[in-house]
């Protein structure tokens, strides 16, 4: 029998649930031509449901192609390893090498070996000034190899295009060059929301208006007991459903944490003969994945400032609409204007989230962390 909860890397199939609407909506998007950029808190499954989309575009012929801005660490590396994943999208469609070979006047084509010891295509840089010109070669590459009908780009952690050293060089350049681009659509994606939104939302930015924005919120709350149940049925086990709800709740609701705690309370009874999810299970399960978590829960937290931290903790202990007097005494916390500074940066940095009229922690996590200590 396998755990049948998966967590960390991105899901699809049966390990995905919900997402069907804004799928939907962000495919009627896509088919229109136009772009996306999608954003939410860390862990709520940005890359799966962008992932999800691909594969069913590619169900209706499209090519689609995916860098992970996070893996890349200079200009030179972002154009040779944007070549190389729309050379493997586009290859089995177009055909041969042959279609791309000279297409570059800066970036070349070159037979390499693998890890594994087989044949690669590598691409390299030409000449080491290349800089924005090789630039404008690579990002021009979706239209001159993909072939008749649609094609889709997928950036994900789109934000670090910051760390590449160019500054504002790269947006400009890539939104002159990909707002010609009739046939592809393309999709940004990241978890650092206030730096996608200022990049997206600032009119002085090139991005400015460039993308249809979708926000990526919880699912809805019994979607998720039920898709903890279902699985659990799937190999045999009964989840009571008051014990599902315990586990959504203990999650926040966040789905990586849902997948996570289920999956800690799949190892709790695999072993022995019980076939039926006990309240103590659930309880356990949490507590052994907060334990491998406690160290970047601290590392979040010290990383704060001090008024920051001071209203971190009080948002773990009690989340508030208002900031008054009394609740500021209840929590030590400092003059107004001081909370509503560190408020205004832990919102910009999805570390606290209005949620359901009332300021909380994003992380479900964290907030054990500071509420359950002295
Ligand atoms: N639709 C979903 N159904 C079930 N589980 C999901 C879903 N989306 C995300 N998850 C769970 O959350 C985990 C993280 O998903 P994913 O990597 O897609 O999130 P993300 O928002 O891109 O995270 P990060 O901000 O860390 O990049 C997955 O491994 C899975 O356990
Ligand atoms: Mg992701």
């Known amino acids: 029998m396998k755990n049948p909860f998966k967590y ?8 995905f649930f919900d997402r069907e609407k804004i799928m939907r909506d962000m495919m009627g998007v896509l088919d229109g031509g136009n772009n996306v950029v999608l954003y939410g808190p860390r862990r709520y499954g940005k890359s799966s449901l962008v992932g999800e989309v691909m594969s069913r575009l ?10 992970n801005m996070m893996d890349v660490v200079s200009l030179e590396d972002f154009v040779t390893q944007y070549a190389r994943v729309l050379y493997r999208e586009a290859a089995p469609v177009v055909g041969a090498l042959r279609h791309i070979a000279g297409l570059f006047r800066r970036v070349s084509p070159k037979i390499g070996i693998d890890d594994e ?3 690669e295509l590598k691409f390299e840089i030409s000449s080491r000034k290349a800089g924005v010109a090789a630039l404008r070669d690579v990002l021009e590459l979706p239209v001159k190899i993909c072939p008749a009908g649609r094609t889709l780009v997928v950036l994900d952690e789109f934000q670090e295009v910051e760390s590449l050293g160019l500054g504002a ?3 400009r350049t890539m939104r002159s060059v990909i707002q010609n681009h009739e046939d592809i659509s393309y999709v940004f994606l990241g978890s650092k929301t206030h730096m ?3 990049m997206f939302a600032s009119p ?7 993308a249809q924005k979708f926000v990526l919120s919880r699912p809805p709350e019994d979607e998720s007991r039920r898709f903890v149940i279902e699985r659990f049925r799937s190999v045999g086990i009964k989840m009571p459903e008051e014990l599902a709800a315990r586990v959504v709740s203990l999650a926040g609701n966040v789905p990586y944490y849902v997948q996570a705690v289920s999956s800690w309370a799949y190892n709790s009874v695999v072993g022995g003969r019980a076939r039926t999810i006990r309240a103590a299970d659930v309880e356990e399960a949490f507590l052994s994945l907060y334990a491998t978590e406690t160290i970047l829960m601290e590392s979040v937290f010290a990383s704060r ?7 971190m903790r009080a948002l773990a202990r009690e989340p508030t609409a208002r900031f008054d007097e009394e609740y500021r005494d209840r929590h030590s916390l400092p003059s107004t204007s001081t909370v509503n500074t560190a408020l205004r940066r832990l919102v910009k940095e999805s570390i606290v989230e209005l949620r359901d009229g009332a300021y909380a922690l994003s992380d479900p996590l964290l907030a054990y962390h500071l509420s359950s200590r002295g």
């Open 8 to 15: 960390g890397s991105r899901v699809s199939g049966g390990a």
């Open 58 to 67: 590619r169900a209706r012929g499209w090519v689609c192609a995916e860098l």
């Open 117 to 119: 010891g087989k044949p």
């Open 169 to 171: 060089q790269f947006e």
């Open 196 to 198: 996608l939104e200022r």
């Open 204 to 210: 002085s930015r090139p991005f400015y208006n460039s």
């Open 305 to 311: 400032p001090e008024s920051q931290r001071l209203l």
